[in-house]
C-alpha cells in the first residue's frame, strides 16, 4: 500500500524522530498535522513547528503545523479535529511524543513524575481516544506508538521505575487497544535497538559522544512508514524493533544509518537481551501480543 493521500497525525514531530517519520511519509506524498509545544525557537532545543512544516512540505507532502500540549485534553481534541477537518479525516496517528528523566526513586520530583505520566502515558491515551473515531471512518487505520516492547526484565526497573512505568504505560494500552479494535484499526509499536541521534541523547542522556555512537532517526523513519502500509486488519499487536523489521523487508545494509561509520553502536533501553541480530533473526521482526487471531 501506499502513503500518497494518507492523512497523518504526529504528536511530538518539530524535531528528531517524530520529524524524520513525518517527512519519510511526506515524500510519498501523505498529508501531515505535527502537534508539538515549540511554536517559537527554543534556546537549547532545535525546530518549531513551523520549521517542522516547512521540511515536511520541501520533501513532498501537505503540512498542518499546531500548537498542542498532549497534557491538555481539551486541546488534544481540538487538535486532532481540526487536522480532520483540514485533510477531510484521519488514517493515521504517531504517538511519538514523550518526556524521559532517568532518575532513581528518590531523585525523582513529583512533578518530574507527573510530566512523564502525563505525556507518555496519559498523553498517548488521550491523544487515541480523541483519534478514534476518526481512524474508524478510515480506510487503513493505523496507530503506531514510539515504545518498547514489554520485557518485564528487572533490569529496565531498577535505576529509573517512574520512566519505565510511564513509557511502558504506552505499550501496554497499545496492547489493550490491539485486542479491543482487531479487524479495525492497527496498533503496533516501534522501538530502536540502538540509541538514536536525538535532543534527548545530546542534550539528557550521554551528549555528543553517545550520540556519535548512535543511529540516525532515518532508521525508524524507514521501519515506521513500511509499517504503516500494511494491512490493518491483520498486522497488529506487534512490538517492532527496527532492524529486525527492516531486515524482514529486505534491508541488508545498516551502515548508512549510523552517525559515525564504523563505530559500535550504543544499545538502546528496554531491548530485550535475546533479541536476536538482524542476520540471526529469521524473519523474525519482533514480539506480537498474545491473545490475537
Not at 524522530?17 to 532545543?45: M, S
Not at 497534557?71 to 484521519?90: H, I, M, N, P, T
Not at 494491512?231 to 552517525?259: H, I, N
Request: net charge neutral; with cysteine.
Amino acid at each position: 500500500m501506499s502513503l500518497k493521500g494518507k492523512n497523518i497525525f504526529i504528536t511530538g514531530g518539530s524535531r528528531g524522530i517524530g520529524l524524520a517519520i513525518a517527512k519519510r511519509a511526506a515524500a510519498e506524498g501523505a498529508r501531515i498535522a505535527i502537534a508539538a509545544k515549540t511554536d517559537r525557537p527554543h534556546p537549547k532545543l532545535e525546530g518549531t513547528i513551523h520549521t517542522a512544516a516547512e521540511e515536511i512540505r520541501a520533501a513532498g507532502g501537505e503540512a498542518l503545523p499546531i500548537l498542542c500540549d498532549i497534557r491538555d485534553e481539551a486541546a488534544v481534541k481540538a487538535a486532532v479535529d481540526e487536522a480532520a477537518a483540514a485533510f477531510g479525516g484521519l488514517d493515521v496517528l504517531v504517538n511519538n511524543a514523550s518526556a524521559i528523566s532517568l532518575t532513581p526513586t528518590l531523585a525523582t520530583d513529583p512533578k518530574r513524575f507527573d510530566l512523564m505520566m502525563g505525556v507518555n502515558a496519559r498523553g498517548t491515551f488521550m491523544t487515541t481516544q480523541a483519534a478514534l473515531p476518526h481512524l474508524l471512518k478510515a480506510e487503513n487505520p493505523h496507530v503506531l506508538t514510539l515504545s518498547p516492547p514489554l520485557d518485564l526484565n528487572v533490569g529496565w526497573f531498577k535505576n529509573h521505575a517512574a520512566y519505565s512505568l510511564a513509557k511502558y504505560g504506552m505499550s501496554l494500552l497499545t496492547l489493550g487497544w490491539a485486542g479491543e479494535y482487531q479487524g479495525k484499526i492497527a496498533f503496533n509499536c516501534l522501538w530502536p535497538r540502538t540509541t538514536i541521534d536525538t535532543a534527548a541523547v545530546r542534550n539528557l542522556l550521554g551528549g555528543a559522544e553517545m550520540a556519535s555512537q548512535s543511529r540516525k532517526p532515518e532508521i525508524l523513519a524507514d521501519a515506521a512508514v513500511a509499517a504503516l502500509k500494511k494491512p490493518a486488519q491483520s498486522f497488529t499487536g506487534w512490538f517492532l524493533l527496527d532492524d529486525l523489521f527492516l531486515a524482514a523487508e529486505g534491508v541488508t545494509d545498516f551502515a548508512p544509518y549510523s552517525v559515525t561509520p564504523g563505530a559500535e553502536l550504543f544499545p538502546d533501553f528496554f531491548v530485550p537481551h535475546d533479541a536476536p541480530s538482524p542476520e540471526a533473526a529469521k524473519g523474525m521482526i519482533g514480539w506480537r501480543a498474545q491473545g490475537l487471531k
